[in-house]
């Protein structure tokens, strides 16, 4: 589930969905839910979370998306 | 039916789509901007980009054969672009980034013109550093403030065209409710600009579509909706890619300090040995496959090695530079996981092919061989789609739809026959129950290209059998997609649409008899020096003849 919302600080305004380039959130108005709802469609860009005017959003990189690193070899 | 009408409609609203508007706008002609998200943070610029890649006359001089031949050599221009277009990108660029900081874009961080990375270790550099992470929102504004009118998540599918041969309007659907709407714009003109080809091959994590280099929401709209109007495309034989982190695939390696090496700690080339936060590690722009080549070749692994590079220039990248470019979620990846780049270096991979500057045919002007249709950007075929090539090329179209449209009487948009049936097909899919849904055909989609139209190898028989292949996958696309709301709708038209942009792939690939660049045929492996200089191209007429043409590049 890329974005997490935190359902405390969210203030269903829409903006997060209106902009994602992905078009994975939905605010449910008549639930005043904000739902994500193609979570495998999400390319981890952050514009939601950069935008959300009360920074209610973090992203979870998943498994699959794993930035696989080396350490250096000390010789 | 929502029905509008303008003189001028730009068809995605990324770089070259507002650029378009912006210009056309300042004109006083009626602009409209159709958008499949929002032009606020949509396309490959969404979040930002870094580096304007541009001649500064004060900073670079007026030695234009150089300025010339330095950019030629480098990524952004490469072999597969005609020099005339290219010197209308570098010849206007420092109008355009005096406009974009008059927008109110950071264009000197610094405070003054500042060349950063992409750079050919002594040469001039000629990528400036700014700050993009707010160009879209400042595009937005400004193509606003010209008069264009914009329609977020608004899908264009086709471009109409009337009995004399011109455009007359474009049809696609409106995605703001659950319930999809079609719609239908009548103009006298149109930019098509939708960005690349994100999701036709599979992504470096086939499982996840989405985890492309450049948006995923850029899907060869415009390749294939012009191909199916009969412009010309071009270069669709030369498969092209992108290189980054594994497995978080991201664009934007140029804005890395560090080298490329081996598990070692040795450069694998030899532009340089230590990191140069000046000119980059132009390793991944000069041979892009280099991290595959080596893994076939039994030499990987390979990383981005940053364990030399400065503090100070590390913290400057992590939180200055790969913000200003849309790509802090490494930084974010790195904090939460306590990847420390001074100990640890991150593998960096060659990623599947993504199709960029491989498109749309277009002259100085910006204009497609269909009259008073234009392209911009990442869609076209013969010039550098980047951020400079698609705002350059943009504005070229803008500046010149202005003057075509007065030249045109108003025409009616229309294509009766071709509306009614984009009509039945939407209700079909929105009304089937069970259907298929479309990852299943995009899954096959990408399993088609990528092993018959391989990049690895290619040869005849493969191509022909992947070509009627492809046609089957349409035909049961057509009798068995079924969609639950207007998302599901979006996603089965990108397929469709990469379905059809796979047939100038299949038969530019086939014609090519030879081994040359990134095609490589196994009955071929030879390359034929006639064709040496030359780009493919390829037409349908109305009638559906299909024309592939050899030209010099120019
Ligand atoms: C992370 C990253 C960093 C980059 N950094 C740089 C850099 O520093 N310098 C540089 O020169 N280049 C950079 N690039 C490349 C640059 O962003 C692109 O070349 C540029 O955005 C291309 O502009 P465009 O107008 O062709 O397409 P885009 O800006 O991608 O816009 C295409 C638009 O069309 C919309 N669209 C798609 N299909 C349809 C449809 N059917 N109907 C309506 N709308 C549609 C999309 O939603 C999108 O808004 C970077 C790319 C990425 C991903
Ligand atoms: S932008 Fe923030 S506050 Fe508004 S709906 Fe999204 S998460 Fe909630
Ligand atoms: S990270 Fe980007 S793609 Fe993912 S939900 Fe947020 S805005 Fe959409």
């Known amino acids: 589930m890329p974005p997490v919302i935190d359902e405390k600080k969210c203030k269903k305004c829409g903006y997060c969905a209106a902009i994602c380039p992905l078009d994975v959130l939905y605010l449910d108005k008549a639930a005043q839910k904000l739902l994500v709802r193609y979570p495998d469609e999400c390319w981890h ?28 070899e000390v010789e | 039916m929502h029905k509008y009408k303008c003189e001028f409609l730009c068809v995605g609203g990324g770089i070259g789509g507002l650029m378009a508007a912006i210009a056309a706008g300042k004109k006083g002609i009626d602009v409209i901007v159709a958008e499949k998200a929002d032009t606020r ?68 961080p610094t405070g003054e013109w500042r060349f950063e990375g992409h750079g050919m270790p002594g040469q001039q550099l000629y990528n400036l550093k700014f700050d993009g992470a707010l160009q879209k929102k400042c595009l937005t504004a400004e193509a606003k403030k010209q008069g264009a009118r914009i329609l977020n998540r608004v899908v264009i599918h086709d471009i109409l065209t009337g009995e004399d041969g011109r455009v007359t309007g474009a049809l696609g659907i409106d995605i703001n409710n659950e319930e999809p709407e079609m719609v239908v714009i009548e103009c006298k003109a149109a930019l098509l600009a939708t960005g690349m080809v994100s999701r036709m091959y599979p992504s470096i994590t086939p499982a996840y579509m989405f985890n492309t280099p450049c948006c995923p929401a850029t899907t060869g709209d415009a390749q294939a909706m012009a191909y199916r109007a009969g412009a010309k495309l071009v270069n669709m034989d030369m498969l092209n ?87 802090d979620s490494i930084t974010d990846y790195c904090e939460h996981y306590g990847i420390d780049l001074t100990k640890d270096m991150v593998e960096f991979g060659t990623y599947p092919i993504m199709m960029g500057q491989r498109g749309i045919e277009i002259d100085d002007h910006a204009r497609s061989s269909i009259p008073g249709l234009y392209a911009a950007g990442n869609c076209t075929g013969n010039v550098n789609g980047s951020l400079a090539g698609a705002a350059a090329f943009g504005m070229v179209a803008g ?43 995009a899954s096959t989609l990408q399993n088609l290209m990528n092993e018959y139209a391989s990049a690895d190898q290619q040869n005849e028989d493969m191509l022909r059998a992947g070509m009627v292949y492809m046609g089957q996958l349409r035909e049961n696309c057509l009798n068995e997609l079924a969609c639950a709301n207007s998302h599901e709708l979006l996603r089965s038209i990108e397929v469709l649409n990469m379905i059809d942009l796979a047939e100038p792939i299949f038969l530019c690939s086939e014609n090519r008899k030879e081994t040359r660049g990134p095609h490589v045929r196994a009955d071929y492996s030879y390359m034929d020096i006639t064709l040496n200089g030359k780009f493919q191209t390829i037409y349908k007429d109305k009638d559906g003849t299909v024309h592939l043409e050899y030209r010099f590049k120019k």
């Open chain 1, 45 to 72: 860009c952050k514009a939601c979370m950069r935008d959300c005017p009360v920074k209610a959003i973090t992203i979870r990189y998943p498994l699959s998306h794993m930035m696989l690193h080396y350490p250096k």
């Open chain 2, 41 to 108: 943070r949509s396309g490959s610029g969404s979040n930002g980009n870094d580096h304007f890649h541009c001649y500064i006359p004060e900073c670079h001089g007026t030695d234009m054969s150089r300025v010339y031949r330095e950019i030629g050599a480098s990524f952004d221009a490469g072999p597969w672009v005609d020099s005339n277009l290219t010197a209308v990108w570098i010849n206007r660029s420092f109008e355009i980034i005096k406009m974009w900081e008059e927008m109110g874009i950071t264009m000197r």
């Open chain 2, 241 to 327: 890619g992108h290189a980054g982190p594994k497995y978080l695939a991201r664009g934007g390696k140029g804005t890395w300090i560090g080298v490329s090496t081996d598990i070692r700690g040795r450069s694998i080339t030899s532009y340089n040995s230590k990191p140069s936060r000046a000119t980059g590690d132009i390793t991944a722009d000069v041979w892009p496959t280099c991290y595959r080549d080596r893994l076939k070749q039994g030499k990987g692994p390979t990383f981005m090695n940053c364990t030399e590079t400065p503090v100070e220039d590390l913290d400057y990248m992590l939180h200055t530079a790969m913000v200003s470019e849309g790509i």
């Open chain 2, 399 to 441: 500046e010149d739809a202005a003057e075509y449209v007065k030249t045109v009487d108003e025409a009616p948009v229309g294509n009766e026959d071709l509306i009614n049936e984009r009509q039945q097909l939407y209700d079909a899919f929105m009304s089937r129950r069970d259907g298929a849904h479309w990852k299943e055909a």
